[in-house]
């Protein structure tokens, strides 16, 4: 069975920092390329960084220089360390598997809340 968890989100003042946590079970980890999506209330979910089985990144502009996503492919984790935290980046977190064989696949997510 397909599991993502999510976890480290919490309540921050803006410059601080986080680092969220996403383990996954139920497939080959190591070549499957990850994302950190995000979704605000009364927003669309969207991608924020990207990593390949390979460890190549992509990131969305409004994250970049700040965030940073890294892969521990012994664990099956995923992480995104996010710095220089903004309200704007308020949001609930979740990570998922982005290949088609397994895009229905989503965990609970984490909250991240920044205060100004």
């Known amino acids: 069975q397909v599991r993502l968890v999510e976890s480290g989100g919490g309540l921050v003042q803006a410059g601080e920092s986080l680092r969220l946590r996403c383990v996954v079970s139920g497939i080959n980890f190591k070549i499957a390329p990850m994302g950190w999506y995000r979704q605000a209330p009364g927003k669309q979910r969207e991608l924020v960084a990207f990593?390949?089985?390979?460890?190549?990144?992509n990131y969305t502009d409004s994250v970049k220089g700040r965030f940073t996503v890294s892969r521990v492919n012994a664990y099956n984790t995923v992480l995104l360390q996010m710095d220089t935290l903004k309200p704007e980046d308020t949001a609930r977190y979740y990570c998922h598997i982005d290949a088609p064989r397994w895009y229905a696949y989503w965990g609970q997510g984490t909250q991240v809340t920044v205060s100004p």
């Open positions: 990593i390949s089985s390979r460890g190549d990144t």
